[in-house]
Every structure is written in structure tokens, then in C-alpha cells.
């Protein structure tokens, strides 16, 4: 069985790693080094800047991730700035700003970046479009999954287990390119 570490402090994202990484005999275990997250234009860019200031302190395969919710009523925003957003005025506000817009779609987006050490990183992204709800539901997932509601289901992702949230999610499909180009690596 292989190691691969997830530079994250978020938990959610290790469990939904490590559930589509198992049947590849990978072994996910988070490694919190913290890194800054460059305000960028894209999440590509945030990723690579990432990846330069982790693989200076840490000589292990690694993954990180970063993701944001693209709002088209929103003219997509929160974006790049989604995790900021999230942590400043939260699923309550979304909602607000989204009180008399009648385009709720969105898009969530994810960029993996995975380096080994001493060679180029790989950088795959994945998207999930969908819809925001009008208020919160579900428990289970993290950040905006309580107010996002896939395209061909009927769940948000606060109401999915990991499984389910893995067969539609940004993140699993950007696991799935990620995996697509370790196999021909």
C-alpha cells in the first residue's frame, strides 16, 4: 500500500480522498503544514503557488487541493475567495446576497496539485455544476455543501453520505483526472 500525504487541515477533504483513493491501494494521511494561499485569479494558481512553498519543507508524495464556488447569480463570486467568504459571512450570507436572484446556478471547481520530490507537480482540476438552494439542509460535508445541490440530483451535499457525494463532487473528478495521469506516470 502506497502513501500519500494531503497537505489540508480539513478533515472532510482527507475523507473524501481517502474513500476514492482505496481501491487504488492508497493510503491518504493528512499532514497540516500550512501554506499561504496566494490571492489569485484562479485556483490553478493558488495550487502551484502552493505546491513551490510545501515541496520546500517536505520530502514526501503529496497532494493539496483547492476548490471555490463559482455563483453565477453572483457573477461568480465568492470564486478564488471562497474559503475566506465561508469563514467571514458564511452560509447565511450567501443566501442573503442570493435573496431576489432568480439565477441560483454555480459551479463548484477543485484543483489537485501532486508532486513527488525533485519532480515537476502534476496539476489536475475537476467541476461539479448545480444549483443553490434557498436555505440550508443536510448535516454531513463541509463548507457550502449544505446550500449546493448537484445537477441530476435531488440531495444537496450536506444531506449526501461520502459516497454518494463522490459519485457527482468536483473534487472526486479532479481525483479521477489526478489518478487517470499517475497510471500513465
Known amino acids: 500500500m502506497k502513501t500519500l500525504y494531503f497537505i489540508t487541515s480539513n478533515k472532510g477533504k482527507v475523507r473524501e480522498a481517502a ?5 487504488f491501494d492508497i493510503t491518504v494521511v493528512q499532514k497540516d503544514l500550512g501554506y499561504a494561499e496566494v490571492q489569485a485569479d484562479s485556483l490553478r494558481e493558488v495550487a502551484a503557488q502552493g505546491v513551490k512553498e510545501v515541496q520546500k519543507r517536505f520530502d514526501q508524495p503529496f497532494m493539496l487541493e483547492d476548490s471555490g464556488i463559482f455563483i453565477m447569480g453572483l457573477k461568480g463570486f465568492p470564486g478564488v ?3 475566506y467568504v465561508f469563514f467571514t459571512i458564511g452560509l447565511p450570507g ?6 431576489r436572484e432568480k439565477n441560483r446556478s454555480a459551479v463548484f471547481q477543485s484543483v489537485y496539485a501532486y508532486c513527488e520530490p525533485k519532480r515537476k507537480p502534476i496539476i489536475v482540476s475537476g467541476e461539479c455544476p448545480g444549483v443553490i438552494t434557498f436555505d440550508q439542509r443536510g448535516k454531513n460535508g463541509f463548507g457550502f ?6 445537477i441530476g440530483a435531488k440531495k444537496t451535499f ?5 459516497k454518494e457525494k463522490n459519485q457527482f463532487s468536483h473534487r472526486s473528478k479532479a481525483l479521477e ?3 487517470s495521469k499517475l497510471k500513465k506516470f
Do not use: H, V
Open 177 to 179: 483526472n489526478l489518478i
Open 81 to 83: 475567495y471562497s474559503k
Open 158 to 162: 450536506g444531506e449526501m453520505t461520502t
Open 19 to 23: 474513500d476514492k483513493l482505496r481501491p
Open 145 to 150: 455543501d449544505p446550500i449546493f445541490i448537484p
Open 94 to 99: 450567501i443566501l442573503r446576497l442570493l435573496e
